[in-house]
């Protein structure tokens, strides 16, 4: 309980605590979710935005003011201190919109810091002016302190909260509401007042990508993700040249540093040489694959980050929740009536002053001064003018003829409007010139038609407002941030090897600490090991120092969750049967740390035979029996491709009834599962079993893919799920054999000549690029095919003149050696080319078993396109 004095009667009156509690933070959480931390819908604005933006104009005089300045007069309408508008100030003026600015006004791509208010300085831009001012068509407060008076929201005739994004934690609530593209927000408006549907995504200054498949417009519960752009410079260098929203290069570099110190990727060095344009350099140990590198960067470090959105705005002093779609509407229409009320404005301005022009008129022309010549006193005067107008002012009833010189004015005439004529100076009468007012009344009256068209046409004229702020002030202002979508990058699969693994078999440790101990393989801390014991159970653990897994180990090695190519093959003497069974099996599911039977499980369960084969390869053994059985046949061989490959509880098939005495491996042969179905993303290029992009093929061991790029070279690649080609200067990718040909049209820098060639593979090497054109300046290489018979179509300009011819390559040239020039076709450059035709062979990727929709491998690329009916503008 707490005593208070009663302001009335001088008495104590008992109030509860908890009821003030309640009363008092209630009003804070009030307080800070309306003044300071959620914008309000109007203009987007928080208060001490808003304070500051009108400051600015108040000062505004075209020339830059110090921010100094600015904050301190800015702090007579906001009464949080000077820190809390300097940050807030430097924050709008980093937004590169509503703020011109001069001096150092920090990098938010490197996190650094603004100089000291006293040494930058700023003013409004001519966006800023034109949108966000209108002293007629805003509405006033008091300022804290009652002294002054401020804006309760600036008139914005823009959509600048969706524009400059916007983030703040209130009591009990917070809002994050991303950024998006300038360009794309007006066209967008424009829709919504065409009536047709609109879908914004965020662009963020930083650049990089972002998946907005989850977005779900902004709301709560909605997510995004972004990434850096990293490029690969050479083997050994990757770049890093855009950066995620949110994320300075201090603080990426940071995390890229920890990953490495965690062993999660392995770098050399990292440098950081941002300057105009962010380029953090990344140099790559020998023999570390850049394409999982980069992966590995984006599984492990800020090179990609997941952001939730939460759109909360002020309304009516309410907060909402509303999709970002919402918000653009409600700024549209606000946009649209503010847009009406500058007409009416206007439309009543000018009607104002016809009104004036008119009396002035018929009070000159007419010479009704002179009635007031003998007035006696300043009343009198005032009532000659008006009855002397009376006679030329027709009343509303009145039918005027063609010949009626009398006037209809918009409104009845006033004492001021009489009291104005009066302060008529003698001189301005004398010069009066009859041709030049009319000739300004009719421009008034065309310019109020005018008006009064656009206030029946407001649609249309809002419209045309949005198009101009795109004309004059759109350029510059394209979309940084690309859109695609992400996939997911699983840690296990692109995680540096960190560590060794080691195993004590006879004591049953396995480990990275027991280097004493057997090697087994390079592992990482996040893998999971599989051991198999000569018991008859196996189990999976997580790998660590020195882990127990039980004595008699007969297999251990790195286990992939959903594995279905490694298979093990398993023959045992069950010990309630005394039968030999065989069985084939592979390990998809598992629970960790819990023991499984490879046998049935019966007591007395024997393993005579167990073995590992990561493709499913079938294996030839040799069982002997034991010398004293009844069988007849006492050494006979079994086949393990002739088993089916089930799960790990099937009991297998029955080998022999008799006892085993020795089983010898003889020969290990090709696979059982068959070819593996192989498909390409042909947005990271990334080489995948799970049905996602180009469909390659079915591949078989020793297969291989071919792929070639715009730079004119090639590169054969033995198959590596998970691996990635690179898709910036991608061509086309295919399965092929030694026999595929490649079909090339090139340029020849040095001798000023357009080539074709036709060359086998003849490279041994794979995961190699192999330049197949001219390296000298100005080589350049038109178009390329692995196909049969490609017939192309191509252009090219002679004597100013523009041809087009039709060319069969395969009839055109022999094949030669892959470093041949060619044959000349002509001293020109190709402008255009496109593949008419080309015949289908074993080596396309065209498999009457591929799942429905999966496209074919074609010449596919963003850029540049060679399939039939596509054609490629080169220059």
Partial sequence: MKRIISEENNQDKIVPLDGMYQEYFLDYASYVILERAVPAVEDGLKPVQRRILYSLREKDDGRYHKVANIIGHTMQYHPHGDAAIGDAMVNLGQKELMIDTQGNWGDNRTGDGAAAPRYIEARLTKFALEVAFNKQTTEWQLSYDGRNKEPI???????LLLTQGVEGIAVGLSTKIMPHNFIELIKASIKILQGKNVKIYPDFQTGGFIDVSDYQGGRRGGKIKVRAKIKVADKSTLLITELPYGVTTSSLIDSIVKANEKGQIKIKKIVDNTAKDVEIQIDLPSGISPEITTDALYAFTSCEVSI??????????KPHFLRVEDILEISTYNTEELLRQELEIRKGELEEKWHHSSLEKIFIENRIYRDIEEAESFEIALDSI????????????????NKETRVRLMREITHDDIVKLTEIRIKRIS??????????????????????????????????????????????????????????IKAARVVANNAKLYINRKEGFIGTALKKDDFICDCSDIDDIIVFLKDGTFQVKRIGDKVFVGSNIIHAAIWKKGDSRSTYNLIYTDGRSGRTMAKRFNVTAITRDKPYHMTKGAKGSRVHYFSFQPNGESELIQVMLSPGCKAKKKIFEFDFGDLAIKGRAAAGNILTKYPVKKITLLEIGKSTLGAQKIWMDEVSGRINTSQRGIYLGAFDTGDQILSLYKDGTYEVRDIDIDSKIEMDKWIETRKINRDSVISALHFDGSRGWTLVKRFHIETAKTNERYRFISEESGSKLFFATSKKEPVIQYSYKKGGKKYEETLNLEAFIDVKGWKAL???????????TKLISSAQDNTDSTDPTAPSGSPKSENINKDNKYKPGDTIELF
């Fill in 153 to 159: 929201t600036l008139p914005m005739k823009f959509p």
């Fill in 431 to 488: 010069k009066y010139n009859k041709f030049k007012h009319d000739e300004a009344m009719a421009n008034l009256i065309e310019e109020l038609d005018q008006v009064n068209y656009h206030l029946d046409h407001l649609t249309e004229y809002a419209i045309s407002y949005f198009e101009k702020l795109l004309e004059k002030y759109g350029k510059g202002r394209e979309r940084r941030t690309v859109i695609t979508s992400f996939e997911t």
């Fill in 308 to 317: 939730s959105p939460n759109a909360c705005i002020i309304i009516d002093n």
């Fill in 386 to 401: 008006l009855l002397g107008l009376r006679q030329y002012v027709a009343t509303p009833d009145d039918n005027l003829g």
């Fill in 822 to 832: 060619g044959n000349k076709l002509g001293e020109w450059k190709v402008l255009s």
